[in-house]
């Protein structure tokens, strides 16, 4: 084998290892897709992606800071507990 057919067959290796990791990345967000609400979706996502505030979140969405860090904390709860394999 010559270190070109090494080199190729790590590769090979490495990008089955990221295919089957994406693919339970894939899964896992279309299974907790289902598993939160459209609020709860937006509430996670503004607040972790967007960087937002609870009291930017809640002026948004019409609700107290407080309750958005319990629907916040709630939809953890939720993520938290899903298995991938």
């Keep these: 084998m010559t ?5 190729y067959n790590e590769v ?3 990008l089955n290892n990221y295919q089957k ?7 896992f967000a279309t299974y907790a897709r289902n ?3 459209k609020r709860e979706r937006d509430i996670v996502y503004f607040r972790h992606l967007h960087k937002k ?3 930017e979140c ?3 969405w ?3 800071r407080e309750r958005i860090r319990q629907i916040e904390g709630k939809c953890h709860e939720i993520l938290k507990n899903i298995k991938i394999s």
């Design 53 to 55: 505030t609870y009291e």
């Design 12 to 14: 090979l290796k490495n």
């Design 58 to 60: 809640g002026k948004r």
């Design 21 to 27: 990791r994406f693919t339970q990345i894939l899964d």
């Design 35 to 37: 598993l939160l609400t």
């Design 62 to 64: 019409g609700l107290s």
């Design 3 to 7: 270190i070109e057919t090494e080199n």
